[in-house]
């Protein structure tokens, strides 16, 4: 399905419309969901940076975006995960 700009449309998990997959809302909807789907090890490096003691280059996400970016990404993740495991738990 096409919106009237012909953009792609598919079912946003969060508000269970249908969003152009050039959207802001899309974005950070897959952005919340690779970072879900990632071991949890991983997603604390991604989102806190590498342990102090690293000798690698990488930074936080607030260190790149700003104070309050990761709290809310994990914010997201947890919102989207109860999305899903209710959702898991309706499928006869």
């Known amino acids: 399905?096409?919106?009237r700009?012909?953009?792609k449309l598919v079912r946003s998990e969060f508000s269970e419309q249908l969003v152009p997959i050039s959207s802001e809302a899309w974005r950070h909807e897959c952005e919340v969901?690779?970072?879900l789907g990632l071991?949890?090890?991983m997603q604390e490096q991604m989102l806190?940076?590498?342990p102090?003691?690293?000798d690698q280059g990488d930074r936080g996400?607030?260190?790149v975006r700003g104070n309050g970016v990761a709290?809310?990404?994990r914010s997201e993740m947890e919102r989207l995960g109860a999305i899903r495991r209710r959702r898991n738990r309706n499928v006869p």
């Open 5 to 7: 700009n012909g953009h």
């Open 33 to 35: 969901a690779f970072l």
């Open 48 to 50: 806190d940076g590498p």
């Open 52 to 54: 102090h003691n690293s």
């Open 71 to 73: 709290a809310m990404l």
């Open 39 to 41: 071991p949890i090890a």
């Open 61 to 63: 996400v607030d260190a």
């Open 1 to 3: 399905m096409l919106d």
